[in-house]
């Protein structure tokens, strides 16, 4: 099995180059590092580019009793499509969600503004989100809805989060997240990486009314509820792994287990009930494909689940953000001109 596995990974590695021709570029330049070269190779004189398409979400859940079905809330977000580059320190990215991409509005509009950053120094992962969603639908398609082929649809419902992730890279000298979820460092053996930090949210689910159906109401305990508001915060620890063939097919899993303290505030017509609570949540990366000196092919996948103590129930709210992406590019030597212009321009930001 291992030998099949081998012959079509050379196989695979044979077309690509056919294709994708050549490792010249990384051959002409000079490589520093402050890390160790046999395990990942760098070099912040390369702009690595990408064609991508792209997705964010950020759903919610209204856990039910035994036996009941949960109410699942779903953003119709778009499916972008896009252009970007990386140097140094720098990196620009294009999208647009275009038409022909989204063709779903049987499940209503959604109004957003995600904002998703993350950072991957030497020996860090940093994740910033800030997002504000309005307009939802129910899944499965048919649940609470006028028929079978449509959705129930809450346009007054919305999420507001703000979330900051912060965790220390313990062999960040052999394992890299850049080459991982980046691609502008190049993982050539696998490595793995114990992680230490912490989180912290603070989010609002609101709608104009009750965030259960009225028609249901008396099968959830959530019934009336129509704004949640939270803060949690707490430490965590995690494990980062990839997994590398061949030099340059690459799977990466990285997860990462807390322990928050929250505070949550539940509001119906009449009152405001508080909570006190301790819960973990959980944050994850996924991602995989081919990585060289001079293309990236990757798809990759990074989100939390962030779960909220009620006072009206043991069952939970359950926030889910996250991105998606599928990125194609080229790794590119600048020009002399665009080199010293890309040069003051990372001065200027740093």
Known sequence: MKKNTNSLLRLLTICIQIILPGNAIW??????????????ITNPELITTRFYFSQKYT???????????????????????????????????LAYGFDFLNKEPEKGKTKFIDLQFHSYPKKWSIDFYGQLYKGYYLSPKGFLASGPASFYLRPDAGVNLLG????????????????????????????????????AHYGVIKADSSLVPVRVASDYPQAGISNVRFLSFGPGFGYAYTLVMQQHYFVTGSVSLNLNLGFS?????????????????STFRFSGGYNSSNWHISATWTGNSLPVQGASSPSNYLLQTGMVQLKFGKKIMPGKRLKKRLHFLDRVTN
Do not use: C
Request: charged share 20%; aromatic share 12%.
């Open 27 to 40: 051959a002409q330049v000079q490589i520093t590092a402050d890390h160790d070269t046999a395990y990942y």
């Open 265 to 281: 505030g539940e509001t119906d017509r009449a009152n405001i009930d508080k909570n006190v609570y301790a819960i973990p949540i």
């Open 164 to 199: 900051l992730a912060v965790y220390h890279v313990f062999n960040g000298t052999k394992f890299s997240y850049r080459a991982a979820i980046a691609q502008t460092e190049w993982q050539k053996k696998s490595a793995g990486s114990f992680l230490v930090g912490g989180e």
């Open 59 to 93: 759903a919610f859940t209204l856990r039910a009793p035994k036996d009941v079905q949960h109410l699942k809330y779903r953003p119709n977000t778009n499916l972008n499509m896009g252009v970007g580059a990386s140097y140094r320190n720098i990196t620009i990215n």
